[in-house]
């Protein structure tokens, strides 16, 4: 796989989407309007019990992520342009690797908007450190965009795409979600540090690596007309 | 050695053979004409050549490369101009030709050379969204020459173009053909047909006739009536 390649097709990504702004402005509306609802809504539950914070958080993330992932992809499908990568002397798995370094990119955007006025409107008493929480919703936003853009090569034939792409991916993000809300639960609320939730860190990079490896083996079979 | 030879390619979608034993050569510097009426098959023995769709059966080389066998070191070797511009409109014709032209590994200065030869160095930081259909066709064809491919594959490259695009097209295939790049055009312009060296005519997926242009229109004709 060559680097430069990638590099181009996320750079490409990144200019659209920089003179378009239809997919990181909706992003970004969609979690901090998210954040704010789930404040109101739950405000006083996580007073009483701070653990349901981080799972609000990544509710946030995975229906943001969903929204604006599987976009990347849809809109070289519709533009008639997937075709046009495909016949340049680039393999899938490069595309798909441009595609994922474009799309983490657009969700560590997000992030690190989201994150501070989930922080502020949520009033969530803080006992770790903020900074390596920062670090495992990023650990975990990569095993994200790495799943989410690979399940959406899967259904780019599929007439109900939009509708397939969350129902695919639900179950396979599952173990990503469960780790993530765990290790952010113990740092943000619990005080722990980067030895305390090692376990976690070390699953969230397996996972991470795993998925990797299938999406890469996969992409070839999933970007064939 | 043949810049494209087919044997025995055969292809079906859902059971309905569209290609049936299609076999052809073309040398270098010819223009060869794919000749046939709407369905007859032309546009997916283009996307075979083009390694964009895998033939059920036969051999298709490119300068001597097995497309199937050996597909990114065909694709190096083969620049398309598909029915759909291929071009992403939120960019400028610049950028546009910048990004493929990183990823063939082509310097700035072809971006530049290309973007005058097609006359288009006046438009070329505006975006592609503002160009007309004639204009998008000329910065297509820019787009599919960047890396000096030995074989060009057209779709219908004159529709959309006015008749001085017509005339502007002719003469650059046929300059195109003096340096020994080899041509596939599918297409049903009669005077596009004309400026070609030799052809076939698909009918239902098979070759019912090959030869010199003039007798290949002779046959269409025939079967129209």
Not at chain 2, 26 to 32: A, K, L, N, Q, S
Request: hydrophobic share 50%; with cysteine; aromatic share 8%.
């Amino acid at each position: 796989m060559k680097g430069q390649a990638v590099l181009w097709i996320a750079r490409k990504d990144l200019l659209v989407e920089f003179r378009s702004r239809h997919t990181l402005s909706f992003m970004l509306l969609f979690s901090t309007l998210s954040v704010v609802f789930f404040a109101r809504i739950a405000g006083t539950y996580v007073l009483t019990a701070p653990g349901i914070a981080p799972g609000y958080l990544w509710l946030v993330f995975l229906f943001t992520g969903m929204l604006g992932t599987g976009r990347a992809f849809l809109r070289e499908k519709e533009g008639g342009t997937l075709d046009a990568l495909r016949s340049m002397p680039v393999s899938a798995a490069e595309i798909l690797a441009g595609k994922a370094v474009y799309n983490f990119l657009l969700l560590f955007g997000v992030q690190c908007v989201a994150f501070p006025v989930f922080l502020v409107f949520m009033e969530l008493p803080v006992r770790g450190s903020l900074l390596l929480a920062f670090g495992v919703l990023t650990l975990s936003n990569l095993s994200f965009v790495v799943i989410s853009s690979s399940v959406a090569t899967l259904v780019l034939g599929a007439r109900a795409r939009e509708v397939l792409l969350p129902v695919l991916l639900m179950p396979l993000l599952f173990p990503l979600l469960v780790l993530s809300v765990s290790a952010l639960n113990r740092v943000l609320t619990g005080g722990a540090g980067l030895m305390d939730i090692a376990g976690e860190v070390r699953l969230l990079v397996a996972y991470t690596g795993v998925s990797s490896v299938i999406a890469l083996l996969t992409s070839e079979a999933a970007l064939q007309e | 050695m043949h810049a494209v030879e087919a044997e025995r390619v055969c292809r079906s979608f859902g059971g309905r053979a569209v290609l049936r034993e299609v076999s052809f050569s073309v040398g270098r510097g010819e223009r060869f004409a794919l000749l046939g009426p709407n369905g007859a098959g032309k546009s997916t023995l283009l996307r075979i050549v083009a390694g964009l769709l895998r033939q059920d059966s036969g051999v298709v080389r490119v300068d001597g490369v097995d497309v199937l066998e050996e597909p990114l070191k065909a694709k190096r070797r083969i620049g398309m101009v598909a029915h759909e511009p291929w071009l992403y409109p939120e960019l400028t014709a610049e950028e546009n030709l910048r990004f493929y032209a990183g990823i063939y590994g082509v310097g700035e200065e072809r971006v530049h050379e290309l973007l005058e030869e097609v006359g288009l160095l006046n438009h070329a930081r505006r975006q592609v969204a503002g160009f007309s259909r004639g204009m998008k066709q000329r910065l297509s064809i820019a787009r599919a020459l960047l890396h000096n491919p030995r074989v060009l594959l057209l779709d219908e490259p004159s529709s959309g173009l006015d008749a001085a695009g017509r005339a502007w097209l002719r003469r650059q295939l046929e300059e195109l053909s003096r340096r020994g790049t080899a041509m596939l055009i599918a297409t049903h312009h009669p005077g596009e047909a004309m400026a070609c060296t030799s052809g076939i005519v698909l009918e239902a997926g098979r070759v019912v006739a090959s030869g010199a242009p003039e007798a290949l229109l002779e046959v269409v004709e025939g079967e129209r009536r």
